[in-house]
């Protein structure tokens, strides 16, 4: 009887190293893929000669032009206009988890997988992402955009998997950290480099609209950023953009406390669970600080959902995902839009 085959997509590293050999382990014929975001030669080099070490079929996909397309001029457009970008919670349906699903079918293969930590839960005859046993590398937060049918295929190697111990038995303990386009840059120099026309000085004012200082251009900042500029006001926070005025509006900090969000671009896996239970969790990861307690009402709009919070949120950024959680189980998620 032959064995069950996977596509596992593959950069050479830690983690998508420890997946093939789980999958492998776990009586799966195993084919790596790689997928040139970049123009890597190294990762292309570094990822077959892993793959060969391994034992697995290898295979390259070049998906750069989409990446430049979906990302990284999304990551630079957010930033310009004031919004804040969350690049690998946009890659993971659109690049990453779409052409591994295309590859596979190409080669007449069902399941698929990756190296990031995270299971799949079955609840009410839905399927669901749910957090990894290793909750400070867990990474459900960015999978809130995996649809039903990708999640019907994927192969979870890494959701019993403890990072501590598997780096352990690696001879290579090196990790890639941070935005993958970025290589270690600063941000600040990618988006000079990609749009420096876009980049304007201007004036830093209070609530009132006097001007206490003066920026180096709004994508250099995000909301709730207390350093990196200087003003008038001791101890004052970016509470707000005019993108349209190219202005910085600072405050206190109890002006970045919300308890409202609205969000679009949403995907739910259940919307009757969603609008009908009281246990729901709300997580923005960045800069700021998670709302306490449970959502106390989610109400649909027109282009997503009102959430009202039973805690209030400090310093959400447009932009930004709003993932929700019962439990373990991200029940859906959605771009913050709007916050009062």
């Known amino acids: ?23 492998l382990q776990a009586g799966y014929d195993v084919h790596t893929l790689t997928l040139l975001m970049l123009a890597d030669d190294n990762l292309s080099r570094k990822a077959q000669a892993r793959a060969s070490e391994i034992g697995t079929t290898h295979h390259t996909l070049d998906v750069s032009s989409e990446f430049q397309h979906h990302i990284i001029d999304y990551f630079t457009a957010s930033y310009i206009v004031g919004r804040t970008p969350a690049p690998c919670t946009m890659c993971n349906p659109l690049i990453k988890w779409r052409h591994l699903a ?11 997988a990756t190296g990031h930590y995270f299971n799949i839960v079955s609840h009410n005859n839905h399927l669901y992402i749910s957090r990894a046993a290793d909750r ?12 039903q049918g990708l999640l019907q295929r994927i192969l979870t190697p890494m959701g019993n998997a403890i990072k501590s111990q598997i780096k352990e038995s690696m001879s290579d303990k090196r990790e890639s950290m ?7 840059r600063n941000y600040r120099d990618f988006l000079q480099e990609q749009n420096p026309s876009a980049l304007r000085l201007g004036e830093i004012v209070d609530q009132r609209g006097t001007v206490v200082g ?6 250099f900042y995000t909301i709730g950023q207390k350093r990196g500029f200087e003003c ?33 671009d949403c995907n739910i ?6 609008l009908s ?3 729901i969790t709300v997580i923005i990861r960045g800069i700021g600080r998670n709302p306490e307690g449970f959502a106390r009402l989610i109400e649909p709009t027109a282009r997503g959902y009102r959430i009202t919070l039973s805690s209030p949120a400090w310093a959400p950024a447009i932009g930004q995902p709003v993932v929700l959680y019962r439990g373990d189980r991200v029940i859906g998620g959605g771009i913050l839009e709007r916050y009062y």
């Open 102 to 112: 295309a590859y596979a079918d190409s080669l007449g293969i069902e399941h698929i």
């Open 178 to 184: 941070g935005v993958c386009f970025l290589a270690g």
């Open 136 to 147: 400070q590398k867990d990474q459900s937060y960015y999978l809130w955009g995996l649809d």
């Open 277 to 279: 239970s009281d246990d």
């Open 232 to 264: 008038s006001i001791e101890g004052a926070a970016i509470v707000a953009m005019d993108t349209t005025l190219n202005r910085l509006i600072v405050g206190k900090g109890d002006e970045l406390l919300h308890l409202t969000l609205e969000i679009e």
């Open 269 to 274: 896996v259940d919307r009757e669970e969603l």
């Open 1 to 23: 009887m032959s064995k069950p085959s996977v596509i596992l997509g593959f950069s050479g590293g830690i983690d998508s190293s420890a997946a093939a050999d789980l999958l």
């Open 214 to 219: 003066h920026h180096d251009g709004i994508a």
